[in-house]
C-alpha cells in the first residue's frame, strides 16, 4: 500500500520587507513598502502593518502613496533578497531531501516517509529564525494545494497542519479567489453564478462547471474548491518558457508606436535564448491596458526557433492582429514550449 503523502510549504514572512528591517530596525512596527520608484511602479511587499491600509503585493505604488501617505518606501535589492533566499533554502535543504523551490521566499518540501514529519517541518522552521534572524510560515498537509493554503492562514510566524477534509470545512466560506489558479475573471463568473463561497463550488455538479467553464477548466475548479490535488514536489524544473517585458513611463497607443518597441523586446529576448541554445515552438505576446486588463496571444509553429527574425515577425502579427483600440501600460513578448521536439505528425511529415 502507497505511504500517504505529506508536504510543507514554508512561506517567508513579508520577506523582502524583512530583510529591509533587519538593515532599518527603526522602521520596525511602521508601515514599510518595497517598490520602485517610477511613476508605473508595484509593490513588491509590504510589511503586515502596511497591509492594515490595503496595500499588498501589484498594488500601484502611486495607489499605496495614497492609501497610506505615511508609508516609508524603499527601493527592491534583489541581490540581497537573492543572498539572503540562499540561506534560507541552505537550511531546508540540510534537512530534506526533496525541495521544490516555488520563489525566492517559498518552497514545497515533501517530508513523505519521515518518521515525524511535523517535528521535523517546526525544527526546520527554528533553524531558519536563528540562522537568518526572519519568519516563516509553514502549511502541512496531504498535497500542495492543501499545504500552501495553509502556510497562509495564519500568518506571520503561522504553523498550521491540515487534511484535505479539514481544509474543506475551514475554508468554505472563503471567496473562491483563496485558492491559487482561481483569478479574479474566474472568480466574478462564478459570483454571477450566485457562487461566492469555496463551499458553494466544491458541491456543484460537475455538470454544472462543464456548461460553465468547458470540459477541462470545469471539473479542475471543482477539484480546487475540493482540495485535490495530484502534483508531486519536483526538485528540478524545467524552465519552459522565457519572456521579455516592458512597462511604459506613459502609456502608449497604436501599432505604429508598439510594434518597433515590441521588436527590441523579441531581440532581447532571443538574444539570451542564444546564449543558452534554447527553442521553443509558441511564441506569445502580453498586452496590459491603460485600465489594468491583460491580454495575451500566441501561435505555435512546426519547428522551435530563437531567431530573432521569426519571433520578431510572429509577435508583430499577433499585435497587429490584437490592435489594441485603448491605451498600453504593457508590453512583453514570450517564447513558449522551450526544448520541445516537434509533435509525431510533424516528424512523420518530415520523414524522421
Not at 532599518?24 to 503586515?48: C, D, F, M, Q
Amino acid at each position: 500500500m502507497e505511504e500517504p503523502r505529506c508536504i510543507a510549504h514554508m512561506d517567508m514572512d513579508a520577506f523582502y520587507v524583512s530583510v529591509e528591517l533587519q538593515r532599518r530596525p527603526e522602521l520596525r512596527g511602521k508601515p514599510v513598502v518595497v517598490a520602485g520608484s517610477s511613476g508605473r511602479a508595484v509593490v513588491t511587499t509590504a510589511s503586515y502593518e502596511a497591509r492594515k491600509f490595503g496595500i499588498f503585493s501589484a498594488t500601484p505604488a502611486e495607489r499605496a502613496r495614497r492609501l497610506c501617505p505615511d508609508a516609508i518606501f524603499i527601493p527592491p535589492d534583489f541581490e540581497s533578497y537573492r543572498a539572503r533566499s540562499g540561506e534560507v533554502m541552505a537550511v531546508v535543504r540540510d534537512h530534506v531531501e526533496n525541495v521544490e523551490q516555488a520563489g525566492l521566499d517559498e518552497a514545497y518540501l515533501d517530508l513523505t516517509g519521515l518518521a515525524r514529519p511535523k517535528a521535523a517541518a517546526r525544527r526546520i522552521k527554528a533553524e531558519v529564525s536563528e540562522a537568518t534572524g526572519l519568519t516563516c510560515s509553514f502549511g502541512i498537509g496531504p498535497n500542495k494545494l492543501v499545504a500552501k493554503v495553509a502556510s497562509d492562514a495564519e500568518k506571520p510566524d503561522g504553523f498550521v497542519v491540515l487534511t484535505a477534509s479539514e481544509a474543506r470545512e475551514r475554508f468554505a466560506p472563503e471567496k473562491p479567489g483563496l485558492i491559487p489558479g482561481i483569478g479574479p475573471k474566474t472568480a466574478d463568473r462564478l459570483a454571477a453564478k450566485g457562487i461566492d463561497t469555496l463551499g458553494k463550488l466544491a458541491s456543484l455538479p460537475e455538470e454544472s462547471l462543464v456548461e460553465w467553464f468547458g470540459g477541462n477548466q470545469g471539473p479542475w475548479l471543482g477539484r480546487l474548491a475540493r482540495f485535490e490535488d495530484e502534483r508531486p514536489v519536483t526538485a528540478h524544473r524545467a524552465v519552459k518558457s522565457e519572456s521579455k517585458e516592458t512597462t511604459f513611463e506613459h502609456d502608449l497607443r497604436g501599432f505604429d508606436a508598439l510594434a518597433p518597441l515590441l521588436g527590441d523586446l523579441a531581440e532581447s529576448l532571443c538574444t539570451d535564448l542564444g546564449k543558452k541554445d534554447r527553442r521553443g515552438r509558441t511564441i506569445g505576446i502580453k498586452v496590459r491596458l491603460a485600465d489594468f486588463s491583460i491580454h495575451t496571444r500566441a501561435r505555435t509553429l512546426n519547428d522551435p526557433t530563437n531567431d530573432r527574425e521569426v519571433v520578431r515577425r510572429v509577435a508583430t502579427e499577433l499585435l497587429r492582429e490584437f490592435d489594441p483600440r485603448s491605451p498600453v501600460r504593457l508590453l512583453g513578448v514570450r517564447v513558449a514550449g522551450l526544448d520541445e521536439a516537434a509533435p509525431a505528425d510533424d516528424q512523420l511529415a518530415l520523414g524522421v
